[in-house]
């Protein structure tokens, strides 16, 4: 690569971590007003949809499943429990241990799950097979960086 094709490449509007940063932030902005009403934010969401998933997981397990550490998923979880939506219950043979668990009301919030999902696909422009391999190429470029650390 030449001087010139390298000063091309270097401009903001060509790099790839700008463009996701850009993207992530017009996730959140899409999803906000869909989440309003739930009064949940997108990081609870997040939550929401990991317990959805597998109802019953240690915070630690939790933490890993949504690469957040203890300081960002505490504070979130505390929300959640305050709003009624999960409860925090400490293991009976290690208290050090903490269980998420969804509460009734948690629970039946996952029927709003699948109306979010189509609402975003509706704001993406892309089909849902779009969607999945989007999802899918990210997916992949994670796995890629996470091998570099």
């Known amino acids: 690569m030449n001087d010139a094709d390298l000063e091309k490449e270097l401009t903001l509007d060509r790099q790839l971590c700008f463009a996701l940063y850009g993207a992530a932030h017009a996730f959140n902005r899409a999803y906000k007003p869909l989440l309003e009403p739930l009064g949940l934010t997108y990081p609870q969401y997040l939550v929401m949809m990991a317990l959805w998933e597998e109802d019953g997981l240690q915070v ?9 550490d203890s300081g960002t998923l505490s504070p979130l979880l505390k929300r959640l429990e305050q709003a009624g939506y ?10 050090r241990q903490v269980f998420i668990t969804l509460t009734e009301p948690g629970r039946a919030m996952k ?4 109306k979010i999902m189509l609402a ?17 190429s990210l997916n992949t470029l994670k796995k890629r960086l996470s091998a570099l650390e």
């Open 60 to 68: 630690k397990a939790l933490g890993e499943k949504l690469g957040l």
């Open 86 to 95: 999960v409860e925090r219950r400490r293991d009976t043979i290690d208290e």
């Open 111 to 114: 029927c709003h799950a699948a």
């Open 120 to 136: 975003i696909g509706e704001h993406t422009g892309c089909t849902m097979g779009e969607i999945a391999t989007l999802r899918d």
